[in-house]
């Protein structure tokens, strides 16, 4: 008799309802929403901010069916996409320009759905919309920057070797040091070769000045260029995955440029503010004689800045008075981390390269007992974080920032300065914005290649194998509702490419049946009994189902590994599909018919 056990039938029973619970999200779209976040990523949405803004939309009558708070901001939930357009400028209006206010959408599956943790695929671009861009590298800009970091250093090992220069210079990427006697430009030769390698020095002179002048070798700055590149592609992965964009791309795509694809967002504005958003630290000596002197600091209050310095805002709103000169910059740092200090206050742990530590080192040295300032610079807003008197000098690159108002703003300061700032500039030379609509029809589109692919094989199966057509039917079903729950439980994203694999799987998951089927009508014109014929045509078809699966997995497995972007997409899809066929063709498709057929002792045709 072929008949399961109960508990596997139960099993089976199991996994088809968690395959719907999980499939089911998918079904219900997207909505269109807004989503409020505060400018400073130091500063975390709080329910006050929700209720500000469920009070905004109330106050304008838009009705919103849900409105949700989360680490990413507040996200209100709306009606049609008028309304979602008019939603954003009443919110920007009424919390301001510390407020970014964006176009987003949000999965519109019910809450108990949500609750379980069924949350829809992920979608990309090309079926959810959003942003594309192409953003060029500006390598000459990484060059200079290397030079200014390199006139820095040599000014510091100058200094430290007490050779005596007039004069040292930047001039586009190299670096100008001016000597009175020859002599001395000879040791600062020696001095330089022998501690920086990657450059390349030239005598001349220039009236009666002896110069020498560096710059970078030819493979250092090959070297500075891909370190640029590889920097920005870093922050840029930072800053757009601490804002919650789903599964965004960016990838390098050449020698100088990048990749940045942003689905969902429909805010050209609010993605190019995104790519924009970094941090970087700079370290600065406060002018304390004009500190102490009230007539300046009243002058730099009212924009008057007195020669040399700048102004810029303490955390507790007061204004203090920095010298222009940068003595160290966030590029020389290696990590920072969260943590506390001698006396349990939040602070933030920064480690500096060897260069920085030195250069560290030597400010610390000559300014004891004069007021260091250090600057957090933050989507072109700057800040001074703290202000604190140097007591002693400061080696071994460990640096100490205190003045955090809670662990959390000290953690936020960590994650900005090790995401750090962009190492060149960048400029988009390409932007491109898939509406939704777009995405909609491709999703349409692609929708119903599946089902008419489907509904094909479905009536071929039960027009050649009638009853058992059904049921080979009824496992492909179970076979794609596996699939997308699967895909769905991993939060995979469903590109086009991603929807013709699952088209691929369904036509090549039938093939397991016709295996099974044919076998069965084999046993049978051989003479074996309808119940011994369903036994032999599973037990041995399952050798050839699993010889064919298996090639064509490594196959898969071969475009996964060897392949890029859709192509590993579209892999893993088939990947999935392969082993999810598999299962339902042998283990759901004979449940079937062990169901309808298993209990009949004496069984006289099967309709096959």
Same mark, same amino acid.
């Given at each position: ?11 089976? $029973? ?30 975390? &949405? ?30 209100? #939930? %709306? ?50 919309? *959003? ?9 000459? +800009? ?31 990427? @190299?670096? =100008? ?7 001395? =430009? /000879? ?9 920086? &390698? ?12 002896? %110069? ?21 592609? @870093? ?12 599964? &965004? ?13 942003? &689905? ?19 370290? #600065? ?78 400010? @610390?040295?000559?300014?004891? !007992? ?24 400061? *080696? ?22 090790? /995401? ?18 777009? +995405? ?39 076979? *794609? ?16 490419? $991603? ?37 032999? *045509? ?26 890029? +972007?859709?192509?590993? !997409? ?19 498709? #004979? ?6 057929? +298993?209990?009949?002792?004496?069984? !006289?045709?099967?309709?096959?």
């Amino acid at each position: 008799m072929n008949r399961f056990p109960l508990w596997k039938n139960l099993l089976v $029973g199991l996994i088809l309802v968690i395959g719907l619970t999980y499939t089911l999200p998918n079904f219900f779209g997207e909505a269109p929403a807004v989503q409020v976040a505060p400018n400073r990523s130091a500063e975390k &949405p709080t329910p006050e901010l929700m209720q500000r803004v469920e009070a905004a939309l109330k106050g304008a009558n838009i009705s919103s069916p849900g409105i949700s708070l989360d680490s990413s901001g507040v996200k209100a #939930r %709306l009606t049609s996409p008028d309304e979602q357009v008019r939603a954003k400028d009443v919110l920007q209006a009424a919390l301001g320009p510390t407020y970014t206010v964006a176009l987003n959408l949000i999965p519109a599956s019910p809450s108990w759905l949500t609750s379980l943790g069924a949350l829809p695929m992920y979608l990309g671009l090309d079926l959810r919309g *959003g942003v594309h861009f192409l953003l060029q590298v500006d390598m000459p +800009g990484a060059l200079t920057k290397a030079a200014e970091r390199t006139a820095g250093d040599l000014r510091s090992a100058l200094r430290e070797k007490k050779v005596r220069y007039s004069a040292i210079t930047r001039e586009g990427d @190299t670096v =100008r040091i001016r000597f009175s006697a020859a002599e001395v =430009r /000879s040791e600062a030769r020696t001095l330089i070769e022998a501690h920086y &390698p990657d450059l390349q020095l030239n005598d001349t002179t220039e009236g009666a000045d002896l %110069l020498l002048v560096a710059s970078l070798k030819e493979v250092a700055r090959r070297k500075v260029g891909e370190d640029a590149l590889q920097q920005n592609l @870093t922050t840029l992965r930072n800053r757009v995955n601490e804002l919650g964009v789903a599964e &965004p791309v960016i990838q390098q795509q050449g020698a100088d440029r990048i990749v940045v694809q942003l &689905p969902g967002v429909q805010d050209t504005a609010k993605a190019k503010e995104i790519l924009g958003r970094t941090a970087s630290l700079e370290i #600065r000596m406060v002018d304390d004689e004009r500190m102490d002197d009230p007539a300046a600091l009243a002058a730099a209050a009212n924009g008057q800045v007195p020669f040399g310095d700048e102004a810029y805002p303490e955390r507790d709103g007061r204004l203090i008075l920095v010298k222009k000169e940068v003595v160290l910059t966030g590029e020389y740092i290696t990590d920072a981390q969260p943590g506390f200090d001698q006396n349990s206050r939040s602070a933030v742990h920064i480690t500096l390269d060897g260069r920085g530590a030195r250069i560290f080192k030597n400010v @610390t040295r000559e300014n004891v !007992g004069k007021r260091m300032a250090i600057l957090l610079i933050e989507k072109g807003r700057t800040e001074v974080v703290t202000a604190p008197v140097i007591q002693e000098e400061i *080696g071994g690159g460990r640096v100490q920032i205190t003045g955090m108002d809670s662990a959390e703003d000290a953690r936020d300061v960590s994650l900005l300065l090790r /995401s750090g700032a962009l190492a060149a500039p960048m400029e988009i030379i390409e932007e491109r914005t898939v509406g939704p609509s777009m +995405g909609a029809e491709n999703i349409e589109k692609g929708f119903q290649s599946n089902i008419w692919g489907f509904v094909a094989v479905v009536v071929f199966m039960v027009f050649y194998y009638r009853v058992f057509g059904v049921f080979s039917s009824l496992s492909l079903a179970a076979n *794609g509702l596996f699939l997308i729950a699967i895909l769905s439980m991993l939060q995979a994203t469903l590109t086009l490419p $991603g929807m013709a694999a699952i088209a691929l799987t369904l036509g090549m998951a039938i093939d397991a049946n016709v295996l099974i089927n044919e076998r069965i009508r084999e046993e049978l014109r051989n003479g074996n009994s309808p119940q011994a014929a369903i036994t032999a *045509g599973y037990e041995r078809a399952f050798g050839t189902i699993l010889d064919s699966n298996i090639t064509t997995f490594i196959a898969g497995f071969a475009l996964f590994w060897l392949g890029s +972007g859709p192509v590993r !997409g579209f892999a893993v899809v088939l990947c999935l599909g392969i082993l999810t066929s598999i299962f339902s063709a042998v283990t759901v498709s #004979r449940a079937l018919v062990n169901l309808t057929y +298993g209990r009949q002792a004496r069984l !006289g045709k099967l309709p096959i």
